[in-house]
């Protein structure tokens, strides 16, 4: 059974199997903060949907993975969630995720760490670490929805050997998202196939009044439009030269390269110097981190986050002071540390506009290079997921290094998508296809070309 046949009604999904298969999986894997089952019907004809856990929903616990909002129960669902729910798409849970969003493998979690379905021992990706490997655990039919700021798709998505989708930033609404850094994050699709991420994002997309940055642009019938295409697309030598590029994870990439060849497409080796590891990786993290620190400023246990008996300290101070020490992790508390510095006057202009004149030209220079080409591609990850202990011994930089493949189309607000391209030492590994601005019909075209015309 594949997401098409249901939606085309040929086929029906078994709930009470589906929620049996769930529980199981998530006992040996963990990538479920909480389970929860309700069914709804129409055009979507009840495919289950699950989501990330920084995501509103009415009723259902959203801690967005932090310990600071492990009691909060929204009355409210987001945007995405009701628009799947109208759709007739089944609500299954929350999946776990890195706190608030900060982190490459989701070893940030305040609820223990999901496990990758591929090896057990390994990491599952982040920060949508459970969305992803829900997604693979389960051989079923399945919506869920992630959130991208730096990579947060693409990177679970080439871990677990899933289709990661994450739009242009303004076509899908964020209104119910508990914020990361509000100039980045996109909230995406994650599932088996090229066409359910397509089904997933047209569900989702378009202008939403409570969501002044969402576009009035209007929103193609992906899914019914996929279409095997050819045309033009560019590799930045700057990520062929990059180091830590794992041996398995270039020759899979250069295999895709071929493969793309064969089905009609030019490929080109393009100059996209402001896409260096020692530029856009900087330029993101000033970005992300500062406007992170500004996000949790909120969360002082007097209108948001944990709360405490105020009279059992002497004033304000320490009372915010306990609240944040005990509700934040460690990566959050360096987060607020760092963007509070970059903002602070006397660094603002050395540090966060610079940031922001950098990002600028990365959105020119992409511009440039989609006047000849159709999508700029490379590899999804520089490796394949690390084992967990591996990955907890890593130094904060080492961690941000891995994000250099994605920060650069993040930053600059354009729509990709990772697609499995082959295994390297039994781990799955993905192509990402980068188009320009509100182009989704394009990769998931190229995507749905590369896989064969998928239609699962």
Do not use: W
Request: hydrophobic share 35%; charged share 25%; with cysteine.
């Amino acid at each position: 059974m594949n997401l098409r046949e249901v939606v085309e009604g040929e086929k029906q999904v078994d709930h009470e199997e589906f929620l049996s298969e769930l529980k199981e999986k998530n006992q040996e894997l963990n990538f479920m903060r909480e389970i929860t089952q309700e069914s709804n019907t129409g055009e979507l004809n009840g495919i289950p949907f699950i989501a990330k856990d920084a995501i509103c929903t009415e009723d259902t616990t959203t801690s967005a993975g932090s310990q600071i909002l492990e009691n909060y129960q929204p009355v409210f669902d987001a945007t995405v969630i009701e628009r799947l729910k109208e759709s007739g798409a089944s609500f299954y849970g929350k999946t776990q995720q890195d706190e608030f969003g900060f982190g490459t493998f989701s070893t940030n979690c305040a609820f223990g760490t999901p496990k990758n379905p591929h090896d057990k021992e390994r990491v599952v990706g982040g920060s949508s670490g459970g969305a992803g490997a829900v997604v693979a655990a389960m051989d079923k039919p399945l919506i869920s929805l992630g959130e991208s700021t730096g990579g947060s798709i693409t990177n679970p998505a080439a871990y677990n050997g899933v289709v990661g989708i994450t739009p242009t930033y303004g076509r899908v609404s964020r209104y119910g998202l508990v914020d990361y850094a509000n100039s980045l994050d996109k909230i995406g699709v994650l599932a088996r196939t090229v066409y359910g991420t397509a089904k997933g994002l047209e569900i989702i997309a378009g202008e939403d009044e409570n969501d002044q940055t969402t576009s009035s642009k209007e929103v193609p019938n992906y899914s019914e439009n996929l279409d095997e295409t050819e045309g033009r697309v560019a590799v930045p030598k700057q990520y062929l030269e990059l180091d830590g590029v794992e041996e398995g994870v270039m020759e899979n990439f250069q295999d895709s390269i071929d493969e793309l060849k064969q089905r009609g497409f030019e490929v080109e080796e393009v100059d996209m110097p402001l896409l260096s590891a020692d530029i856009a990786v900087p330029a993101y993290y000033v970005l992300a981190m500062s406007e992170a620190s500004t996000n949790l400023a909120k969360m002082s246990g007097m209108r948001y986050g944990m709360e405490k008996d105020p009279e059992d300290f002497e004033d304000f101070n320490e009372y915010f002071s306990e609240v944040r020490s005990e509700g934040f992790g460690e990566e959050a508390k360096r987060r607020i540390l760092l963007g509070t510095y970059t903002r602070q006057a006397g660094y603002r202009d050395q540090y966060y506009i610079k940031a922001a004149k950098v990002r600028t030209k990365i959105i020119n220079q992409y511009k440039e290079v989609f006047e000849e080409f159709d999508a700029v591609i490379s590899p999804s990850m520089p490796n394949i997921a690390p084992k967990i202990e591996e990955a907890e011994d890593m130094s904060p930089s080492e961690i941000y290094a891995m994000d250099t493949l994605t920060v650069g189309p993040n930053l600059a607000g354009m729509p990709m998508i990772s697609v499995p391209n082959g295994k390297s030492e039994g781990m799955p590994t993905g192509l990402h296809i980068v188009g320009d601005h509100f182009n989704e019909q394009k990769i998931l075209d190229i995507a749905y070309t590369y896989t064969g015309g998928d239609s699962q």
